[in-house]
């Protein structure tokens, strides 16, 4: 068996900046990833990270900001502790050498993004994450992380209601691993791949959630889905919300802007939520083309786009064939990111189980509420990867020895990974079909715009797809590099995931954020100013409850109608 003091499951973001504090504070830190660190989703991140680090900024109101944005029901000692720490945490990744783009006198150049009323975006170029996911590799090479890449999660362990490592297994090999630790953390990302149109790396299965949920550790906030204005229409890549930062229009099929209609102060600037809800009923009342609408950049200029926005153009011209500096894009709302992950308290430790920690797109601290301001969720990796860390130092120096594992742990899940092998393929169903059918019915019906008769829809498809499930056969039965079954374990956790986030948003009637339902068009802020949770109970059934919003008592953050 292998032995650490902190076990972190994630290398992205969050988890390397998570195992910094572990390492630099003399434990013995693991870190665990199913694929090289480096290759992490946080690499794509592109516009930049949010921070009050201007002289003329207050992270007073990048909190309130932030509030607003969250429509209300982010927890709001979370929110001040992220907004508060923000200047800080971006200062260390500079002094560790995080080349952030400047400004003539040399200061970090800041740019402004979508629902915010300051100019307060650091970024390098349009590639932040790949900036700062480089700088943390470097120090968790530098101080001696123990690296377990290409070790894929299979089970969460505990010892009564404490956490004490996890079983995973050695994707090279097959081989099986039992590492115990005094602390774990899950910063294993979102679920962003539950919908055919994204803009996530395929590993965004949200492993980590699922696994805490099976563990007995409440996920919550599963209904909230962050679906971005700006996907290319062919392939749901990514156009970041800086390039509206930088100045562009989102225009109809006839060149005209539109959102005056919908923010008249924010205008291309409003909240995501409200720019995606403004595009998604333009082109259904008919001024979209081909199923899309248009950012132009044009009127910015070739030498701006190409000295900020270099990347963009060149995914524009490599997936869409069109070259920014000479024509609109063409693009669509995609999913992006997933407001819903484990459930903790300020500190990033599970509310259920002891020595269970989650931070980044995994957790639910909560920062983002109904849906995430642009650049706060960079911002989250780096200012919870940094709190949670240093708790989880203070919560492992509290432990003499980690609870000793069960030592049939490894035993069982061998035992389900052979009869995942042995299914027989006659009559069986491929993982890929199962997927594709779950994806894109959780595209058509729980997307942009919700009701019931379409969550229902959305619902059938989560139960075809558990049923076929059940008949789902692999082709490799081989031990090394087997994607087969990686891939069907995958989609084993999306399952699950979709699951609790369509009875998570038949549950909420009403509208907040980014879970709009045409049947229940208003916000409810009598019934409604509270996180609904998701667990598998005892029955191996999803089970929902409710978690109250951490409030201040800040007045400033009492909910108002929400206007940009
Ligand atoms: C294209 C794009 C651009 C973005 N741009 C911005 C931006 O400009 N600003 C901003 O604030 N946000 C942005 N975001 C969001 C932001 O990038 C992510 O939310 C954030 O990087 C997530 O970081 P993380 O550390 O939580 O997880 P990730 O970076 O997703 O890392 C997850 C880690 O968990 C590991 N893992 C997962 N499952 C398992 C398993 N079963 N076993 C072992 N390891 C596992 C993975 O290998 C990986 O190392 C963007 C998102 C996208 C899609």
Same mark, same amino acid.
């Given at each position: 068996?292998?032995?650490?003091d902190i076990?972190?499951? #994630?290398?992205g973001?969050?988890g390397?900046?998570a195992?910094?504090?572990?390492?630099?504070? #003399?434990?013995?830190?693991a870190?665990?990833s199913?694929i090289?660190?480096?290759?992490s989703h946080?690499?794509?991140?592109?516009?930049?990270?949010?921070?009050?680090i201007?002289p003329?900024?207050d992270?007073?109101?990048?909190a309130?900001?932030?509030?607003?944005?969250?429509?209300?029901?982010g927890?709001?000692?979370a929110i001040d502790?992220?907004?508060?720490?923000?200047?800080?945490a971006?200062?260390?990744?500079?002094?560790?050498?995080?080349?952030?783009?400047?400004e003539e006198?040399g200061?970090i150049?800041?740019r402004p993004?979508?629902g915010?009323?300051?100019p307060?975006?650091?970024?390098?170029a349009d590639r932040t994450g790949h900036a700062? /996911?480089?700088?943390?590799?470097?120090q968790?090479i530098?101080?001696g992380?123990k690296?377990?890449?290409e070790?894929f999660?299979?089970?969460?362990?505990k010892?009564g209601?404490?956490?004490?490592?996890?079983?995973?297994?050695?994707?090279?090999t097959?081989?099986?691993?039992?590492i115990?630790a005094k602390a774990v953390?899950l910063?294993?990302?979102?679920?962003g791949?539950?919908f055919a149109?994204?803009?996530?790396a395929?590993?965004n299965?949200g492993d980590?959630?699922a696994h805490?949920?099976r563990?007995?550790a409440p996920?919550?906030?599963?209904?909230f889905?962050?679906f971005h204005?700006t996907?290319?229409r062919?392939?749901?890549i990514?156009i970041?919300?800086g390039?509206?930062g930088? %100045?562009a229009?989102?225009i109809?099929?006839? %060149?005209?802007r539109f959102m005056h209609?919908?923010?008249?102060n924010?205008l291309e600037?409003a909240s995501?939520?409200?720019?995606?809800?403004a595009?998604?009923t333009?082109?259904?009342?008919g001024?979209?083309?081909?199923?899309?609408?248009?950012?132009?950049v044009?009127h910015l200029g070739?030498?701006l786009?190409?000295e900020?926005?270099?990347?963009i153009?060149?995914?524009?011209?490599?997936?869409e064939?069109?070259?920014?500096?000479e024509?609109p894009?063409p693009v669509?709302?995609? +999913?992006?990111?997933?407001?819903?992950?484990?459930?903790?308290?300020?500190?990033g430790?599970?509310i259920?189980?002891?020595?269970?920690?989650?931070?980044?797109?995994?957790? +639910?601290?909560?920062?983002?509420?109904?849906?995430?301001? %642009?650049?706060?969720?960079?911002?989250?990796?780096?200012?919870?990867?940094?709190?949670?860390?240093?708790?989880?130092v203070?919560?492992?120096k509290g432990?003499?020895?980690?609870?000793a594992?069960n030592?049939?742990?490894?035993a069982?899940?061998s035992a389900r990974?052979?009869? /995942?092998?042995a299914?027989?393929?006659?009559?069986?169903?491929?993982?890929s079909d199962?997927r594709?059918?779950?994806?894109e019915a959780?595209?058509?019906?729980?997307s942009?715009?919700?009701?019931e008769?379409?969550?229902?829809?959305?619902?059938a498809?989560?139960?075809?797809a558990?049923?076929?499930?059940?008949?789902l056969y692999?082709?490799?039965?081989?031990?090394a590099f087997?994607?087969d079954?990686?891939?069907? /374990?995958e989609l084993e956790?999306l399952?699950?995931l979709g699951e609790?986030?369509?009875l998570?948003a038949?549950?909420?009637?009403?509208?907040?954020g980014?879970?709009s339902r045409?049947?229940?068009?208003?916000r409810?802020?009598v019934n409604w100013?509270?996180?609904?949770?998701s667990?598998?109970n005892d029955?191996?059934?999803?089970?929902l409850?409710?978690?109250a919003v951490r409030t201040?008592?800040?007045?400033?953050y009492a909910?108002?109608?929400?206007?940009?």
């Amino acid at each position: 068996m292998k032995k650490h003091d902190i076990l972190i499951i #994630g290398a992205g973001l969050a988890g390397l900046r998570a195992a910094f504090e572990g390492v630099t504070a #003399g434990l013995d830190t693991a870190v665990v990833s199913k694929i090289h660190p480096l290759r992490s989703h946080s690499c794509a991140a592109q516009g930049g990270v949010n921070a009050a680090i201007n002289p003329k900024d207050d992270w007073h109101d990048h909190a309130y900001d932030t509030v607003k944005g969250a429509d209300y029901i982010g927890d709001q000692d979370a929110i001040d502790m992220m907004c508060s720490e923000a200047p800080q945490a971006v200062l260390d990744l500079d002094a560790m050498g995080c080349p952030f783009s400047r400004e003539e006198d040399g200061t970090i150049a800041q740019r402004p993004f979508g629902g915010q009323n300051f100019p307060r975006t650091a970024y390098a170029a349009d590639r932040t994450g790949h900036a700062m /996911l480089h700088t943390l590799w470097e120090q968790a090479i530098k101080y001696g992380v123990k690296i377990y890449d290409e070790y894929f999660l299979m089970e969460l362990t505990k010892s009564g209601d404490q956490a004490n490592g996890a079983v995973v297994m050695d994707i090279k090999t097959g081989g099986l691993h039992q590492i115990n630790a005094k602390a774990v953390c899950l910063a294993t990302g979102g679920y962003g791949r539950l919908f055919a149109s994204n803009t996530n790396a395929m590993t965004n299965t949200g492993d980590g959630i699922a696994h805490a949920m099976r563990v007995g550790a409440p996920a919550a906030d599963m209904e909230f889905v962050q679906f971005h204005p700006t996907g290319l229409r062919s392939s749901g890549i990514l156009i970041s919300e800086g390039v509206r930062g930088e %100045g562009a229009y989102l225009i109809g099929k006839d %060149g005209e802007r539109f959102m005056h209609k919908y923010a008249p102060n924010k205008l291309e600037l409003a909240s995501r939520d409200v720019v995606s809800r403004a595009e998604m009923t333009e082109i259904n009342n008919g001024n979209g083309k081909n199923g899309a609408i248009f950012l132009d950049v044009r009127h910015l200029g070739r030498d701006l786009i190409l000295e900020r926005l270099p990347q963009i153009r060149q995914l524009s011209i490599d997936f869409e064939g069109v070259d920014p500096i000479e024509q609109p894009i063409p693009v669509r709302p995609t +999913c992006h990111y997933t407001m819903g992950g484990i459930r903790t308290d300020k500190y990033g430790q599970s509310i259920r189980i002891k020595g269970l920690f989650a931070a980044g797109e995994a957790a +639910c601290v909560n920062v983002h509420g109904a849906n995430r301001l %642009g650049a706060n969720s960079l911002l989250e990796t780096i200012v919870y990867g940094k709190i949670t860390g240093k708790a989880m130092v203070k919560f492992a120096k509290g432990v003499a020895e980690a609870p000793a594992a069960n030592p049939d742990n490894l035993a069982s899940v061998s035992a389900r990974i052979a009869a /995942l092998k042995a299914r027989p393929k006659k009559d069986g169903v491929r993982q890929s079909d199962i997927r594709t059918a779950l994806t894109e019915a959780m595209n058509e019906n729980c997307s942009v715009f919700r009701d019931e008769e379409r969550l229902a829809k959305a619902m059938a498809a989560v139960q075809k797809a558990k049923a076929d499930y059940a008949k789902l056969y692999v082709d490799d039965k081989d031990d090394a590099f087997n994607t087969d079954v990686i891939t069907a /374990l995958e989609l084993e956790n999306l399952i699950l995931l979709g699951e609790a986030s369509v009875l998570a948003a038949q549950a909420r009637k009403e509208s907040r954020g980014a879970h709009s339902r045409e049947d229940f068009p208003n916000r409810d802020d009598v019934n409604w100013i509270t996180h609904i949770t998701s667990v598998v109970n005892d029955k191996g059934e999803v089970e929902l409850g409710r978690d109250a919003v951490r409030t201040t008592g800040n007045d400033k953050y009492a909910p108002q109608e929400r206007k940009y």
